[in-house]
């Protein structure tokens, strides 16, 4: 199973989820897929709404989530599977 990595804005109204590319050859992740979705209701009742997925360079994922993170963006537990 791929990894994940997740992150949430801080007023929790929208998740970004960091997904390693399992199709990957000989096991080296060089893409990532990044959803994006926004929450609608109580975060964990209801899965959040995707709303873009893109598949980007493993070095342009980790500069998104750096910056994000430095942004105020927390980091969660996975919040919906794909």
Known sequence: MAK??????????????????????????????IDSGKIIGYLGKEPPVVETTVS??????RE???RLLSQGWRKIEPVWKK
């Open 64 to 66: 998104i989530y750096e």
């Open 56 to 61: 980007v360079d493993i070095d342009l994922a």
């Open 4 to 33: 994940s990595f997740w992150l949430i804005n801080s007023n929790r109204s929208e998740v970004k989820g960091f997904i390693e590319n399992d199709k990957n050859i000989d096991g080296v992740c060089e893409y990532m897929f």
